[in-house]
C-alpha cells in the first residue's frame, strides 16, 4: 500500500534505477481516500508509474497519470509524458474506486504502450528509448499537495 500523507507530494524514496526495461506491469486499486476537491485545481493529473530518461524526467518520460472526477465518481486514467522537454498528455480511461485493474507500461525503442487490462487498447506515446532510466513512483500533484492522506494498493506484477 503506497500511502501519501496529508500536506505532502509523495512518500520518502530511493531512486530506482532501470535498466533494460521492456515492460512495468502492476495491480492497482484506488481507495475512497482518493476521493478529493481541489477547486481550481481538480484537474490537475497526479502521477502513477512510469519511466524517466536520464539526464532528467522532465526531458523524456512517459507515465500513468490519475485524477478524481467528483462529478462520475470514477478516477480519470491518462498518459502522461515528456518528450524532447514538451509536456503532453491525453485521456485513457476512467476506473472505479475499489476495484482493481492490471495496468501495463511496454517499451519497444521509442515507442511506449500504456494499457489498462480489459479497459483499453494499447495507447501508443513516442519517447526517446534509452538503456538507462528511472522508475517514476506515485506522486500528488500538480503544484498542490494531497489535501489528506491518500492510499494506493499497488502491486508489481
Keep these: 500500500m503506497i500511502k501519501i500523507k496529508k500536506s505532502t507530494h509523495a512518500p520518502f524514496r530511493l531512486p530506482t534505477i532501470l535498466f533494460g526495461v521492456k515492460q512495468l506491469r502492476y495491480d492497482i486499486t484506488f481507495t475512497d481516500s482518493c476521493r478529493y476537491e481541489i477547486g ?6 497526479n502521477k502513477l508509474f512510469g519511466i524517466g530518461y536520464l539526464p532528467s524526467h522532465h526531458k523524456n518520460s512517459v507515465r500513468f497519470g490519475w485524477r478524481y472526477n467528483p462529478t462520475s465518481d470514477m478516477i480519470e486514467i491518462l498518459a502522461y509524458f515528456y518528450k524532447d522537454g514538451k509536456r503532453i498528455w491525453f485521456d485513457i480511461c476512467s476506473v472505479e474506486i475499489g476495484k482493481s485493474y492490471r495496468y501495463v507500461l511496454s517499451i519497444r525503442d521509442s515507442e511506449h504502450y500504456l494499457q489498462v487490462i480489459g479497459l483499453t ?5 513516442e519517447v526517446r528509448y534509452r538503456k538507462f532510466g528511472i522508475m517514476l513512483k506515485p506522486y500528488f500533484g ?6 489528506h492522506d491518500i492510499f494506493i494498493q499497488m502491486n508489481k506484477v
Excluded at 481550481?40 to 493529473?45: A, K, P, R, T
Excluded at 487498447?121 to 506515446?125: D, G, I, L, Q
Excluded at 500538480?142 to 489535501?147: I, K, V
Design 121 to 125: 487498447a494499447p495507447k501508443r506515446v
Design 40 to 45: 481550481d485545481d481538480q484537474s490537475d493529473i
Design 142 to 147: 500538480g503544484n498542490r499537495t494531497a489535501p
